[in-house]
């Protein structure tokens, strides 16, 4: 018993140098470009490596323009339903990430807040077909890895949603 006592440590340290090894050489094949891990039958990636020197822009939290300035509060006719909303952030996300060189087809990651309307409801179907228009697409074939959160509310009542952007390239 004392033997395979002594002997577990040893296990266990060639053990992670075995697999320290296969992710390094995997890591070294995929060196300078980023690569995206596809989910053919999903509209999202499982994820994305970015490699070593890669310029990044991250955006914050962005919302929806004000659609309309005269329109009576909690009507959600200032900022537009979860769709309109959707896409007024994703022409605020192409239009920073503009302004660092970067376009809509860099983009890697998002993470998206959805916040529930006045009858309880999320429209996660309005966020879809927003992002449906953007990525994943004729235009933009790129996909993205994200995350879809829905959240007891924003900051502001009349927001539906928030959206956090990452490009790479």
């Avoid at 140098?17 to 053919?40: A, L, S």
Wanted: charged share 25%; proline share 5%.
């Amino acid at each position: 018993m004392k033997n395979i006592l002594f002997l577990l440590p040893m296990f266990a340290f060639l053990g992670s140098c075995m697999v320290t090894t296969e992710k390094k050489e995997v890591t070294e094949e995929k060196e300078g470009f980023i690569v995206r891990y596809d989910r053919p039958d999903a509209a999202i990636l499982r994820g994305v490596y970015i490699p070593k020197g890669a310029a990044y822009f991250y955006t914050s939290g962005l919302v929806a323009p004000v659609k309309n300035e005269n329109a009576i509060p909690g009507t959600y006719g200032r900022y537009g339903n979860t769709y309109e909303q959707s896409i007024g952030i994703l022409e605020r996300i192409k239009e920073t990430i503009g302004e660092g060189g970067f376009t809509l087809e860099d983009v890697v990651f998002l993470r998206v807040y959805l916040a529930p309307d006045k009858d309880g409801k999320v429209d996660w179907d309005a966020w879809f077909k927003a992002y449906g228009e953007f990525f994943n697409n004729e235009e933009n074939p790129n996909k993205v890895a994200r995350s879809t959160i829905a959240v007891h509310s924003l900051a502001n009542p009349e927001l539906l949603i928030e959206i956090e952007a990452v490009a790479a390239k």
